[in-house]
């Protein structure tokens, strides 16, 4: 059971990127999924989830409204896309798999982590 987070990088601030994280050892599909990230010195929090289905979603008030998550279920895929990105949203990225989108929201019960994949974005 593996989860392994990719497309982080160095970014400009007001740039976009697309993170994806690639599920692999068995099926996905009914778990909610997710991401947190860590910036230095800071605690860890959940950027972002998606239910199984897909139907449900939630995110973190600071990456609201420039945030997506999504899912693709059949290539067992995980996503996440921002834009306008801050400085601020500078750190350890992580997808996990957990039991729903309100575990997420409220940071626990998540059964997965993948390894994170580093974001800076440059001022």
């Known amino acids: 059971v593996q989860l392994q987070a990719s497309g982080g990088g160095l970014v400009q601030a007001g740039g976009s990127l697309r993170l994806s994280c ?19 010195g800071k605690e860890r929090e959940v950027v972002g989830a998606i239910s199984g289905s897909g ?22 895929m995980l996503y996440l896309q921002m834009s306008s ?23 626990y019960g998540m059964r997965y982590w993948g390894k994170g994949t580093l974001v800076t974005v440059s001022s």
Request: with cysteine; glycine share 10%; charged share 20%.
């Open 85 to 107: 990105l801050k400085p601020e949203d500078t750190g350890v990225y992580y997808c996990a798999a957990g039991a729903s989108v309100t575990s997420f929201a409220g940071g």
């Open 22 to 40: 690639a599920a692999s050892g068995r099926t996905f599909t009914t778990y909610a999924k997710g991401w947190f990230r860590q910036a230095p």
């Open 55 to 76: 139907e449900s979603t939630w995110y973190l008030d600071s990456v609201k409204g420039r945030s997506t998550v999504s899912r693709d279920n059949v290539k067992n």
